[in-house]
């Protein structure tokens, strides 16, 4: 699924998670949100949980009664009558509240928009503009024709893939003119057959270059690095510094190693997280070393686009499920300081920041790739964080940098412009988002995918979908500011308890807090836009339920 394309046979993410549900607390009465940093790294140890080989499998048990209790509801039990003069009424509370049509949600955007933002649909279909999932075209610049263009890129869907991002990296620093071709992973969608025809395997990414198909990410890398000699190389060309580049990208290949032996292994005796970190300390040591921000100085290189995808993975399954840090918020204290100036300085590349993803799309991305990941017993302060269950994390008022557990996107602008964002990517797909918030009241489909948050083919409760559309439209005008929402909401949730029973407002909470779980970065929008889209939906959840 992507939120601002939504075909009706488009991938999802399916929800692990309940509405309306109520915040965790980790020991005694404190909530997990005033545990410091510090104090969840005490928490953990090096103590494995007996799970079986996939990490989620608890959550599927919720996932499963959530769908089977759907499936016995089905449709809210009202006469078509009853809805539409339910559906009057709802309009009427809206209208009486100001919260005006669609189209008058998106005049107000609008007006808030600064020039670049309001320019966001126009450069998408020209390709031009600030780079962004969204692009199937990247000319850059008007100095490039759409004729022209020699590279397609064949990427995963959601953003998730790891192999692609750092061939889509690369693409935008050297400024190579290209399109975009999106593909199912196995694990949430099938793959077209004519990809399968030019792929056997069905491995992703493949790109075709000036008509050749290259279908590894290293050897596309290269490819481009070659055939694109005046656009800014990647591969250093002194001697030195080749042999060194290679040197790291051995170290590379062993840091992932051992970051995979340890994410997916129970490690009861502690020996893989000892590999990890005197692996990762190598890494540290190496960009120590170096004067400027990069592997190989001041400027970026290939090896960066090689390290970027797994170190970021790293850093948000470490956390998520070993309880172990490695990227800090400012001023939090680090035993790896130059790993973090190293994101510092890559994250001032709009290259890396188009492609940069958030802990929580990670931590439920990677385990349907790796076939499992095991959590340690400690982990779950950590675990509550990302995934929105603490109080900050995705309520308001939002915790800085998530209480101190990932940094704010500082670079994507302030919270107007992250709400501005929010309310652009939901308002310009309004019609295909309600109906896709509308399957958490709906059915299951069939068949099912690896994914835990994916069901593709799930049903739509198309009764409920008016009053989901409602309740978007609130959430919308209170990203925007305005005022008078909160009697709004109420008005509404009162209105849905009193004449359609607990069990309508029910189904609403259910699809808010549906999309809220699906809601992906990059691939919809980045993490300071999806921060408060979340934290407004649980606004939204907790007056509805």
């Not at 061939?167 to 992973?185: A, F, H």
């Not at 198909?213 to 250093?236: G, K, R, W």
Request: a negative charge; one cysteine or more; aromatic letters at 8%.
């Amino acid at each position: 699924l992507l939120l601002l394309r939504l075909p009706d046979n488009s991938s999802a993410f399916s929800s692990p998670f309940t509405a309306g549900r109520s915040p965790r607390v980790v020991s005694g009465n404190t909530p997990s949100s005033a545990l410091t940093t510090e104090d969840r790294r005490k928490s953990c140890s090096s103590t494995t949980v007996a799970f079986a080989s996939n990490p989620l499998k608890s959550l599927f048990g919720n996932v499963a009664s959530s769908i089977s209790n759907i499936q016995q509801q089905g449709m809210v039990s009202m006469t078509e009558d009853q809805l539409s003069q339910l559906r009057e009424r709802a309009e009427q509370v809206l209208s009486s509240h100001n919260i005006g049509s669609w189209d008058e949600i998106r005049s107000t955007l609008l007006s808030k928009q600064t020039p670049e933002e309001r320019s966001f649909r126009d450069n998408l279909g020209k390709g031009y503009g600030k780079p962004s999932p969204l692009h199937k075209l990247r000319l850059f610049d008007e100095s490039n024709n759409e004729e022209d263009v020699k590279v397609t890129l064949f990427r995963d869907s959601a953003s998730w893939c790891p192999y692609c991002q750092k061939v889509w990296t690369m693409l935008e620093q050297k400024r190579i003119p290209y399109r975009v071709e999106k593909i199912n992973m196995r694990c949430y969608g099938e793959k077209p057959m004519s990809f399968m025809a030019m792929q056997p395997g069905g491995n992703i990414p493949v790109a075709i270059i000036d008509g050749v198909t290259y279908n590894q990410s290293n050897d596309i890398m290269y490819a481009l690095e070659e055939q694109f000699p005046d656009h800014e190389a990647m591969v250093p060309t002194d001697p030195k510094q080749r042999m060194k580049a290679q040197e790291l990208l051995n170290l590379e290949r062993k840091l992932f190693s051992v970051w995979m032996y340890w994410l997916t292994s129970r490690d009861s005796s502690g020996g893989y997280r000892d590999k990890f970190i005197s692996v990762l300390a190598e890494v540290e040591a190496q960009l120590s070393a170096i004067k400027g921000g990069f592997f190989l100085g001041e400027k970026v290189s290939l090896v960066d686009m090689m390290f970027a995808p797994f170190l970021e993975r790293m850093s948000a399954s470490m956390l998520f499920f070993k309880g172990f840090q490695i990227r800090v918020a400012p001023g939090e204290r680090t035993d790896f300081p130059a790993v973090n100036r190293w994101f510092d300085a890559m994250e001032t590349l709009e290259s890396y920041q188009l492609t940069k993803s958030d802990y929580y799309t990670h931590c439920w991305d990677l385990p349907p790739q790796l076939g499992g990941c095991v959590p340690e017993a400690g982990s779950q302060p950590f675990q509550d964080a990302i995934n929105g269950i603490d109080p900050g994390s995705w309520l308001l008022p939002l915790s800085p940098n998530n209480g101190g557990l990932e940094p704010d996107w500082a670079w994507a602008g302030d919270e107007g412009a992250a709400k501005r964002e929010a309310v652009e990517r939901v308002s310009a797909n309004f019609e295909a988002i309600v109906a896709f918030a509308s399957r958490g009241a709906g059915k299951a489909g069939f068949p099912q995918y690896g994914a835990a948050l994916a069901d593709p083919n799930a049903i739509s409760n198309e009764s409920i979908q008016p009053f989901v559309d409602a309740a978007l439209k609130i959430v919308l005008v209170k990203l925007l500011d305005s005022s008078g929402c909160e009697e709004a909401m109420d008005d509404l949730a009162s209105l849905l308890n009193k004449e359609g029973g607990e069990e309508l407002a029910g189904h609403v909470a259910m699809s808010l807090a549906y999309l809220r779980d699906r809601v992906g970065v990059p691939r919809d929008m980045r993490l300071p836009a999806a921060r408060q889209l979340r934290a407004h939906l649980n606004w939204a959840i907790s007056l509805c339920d």
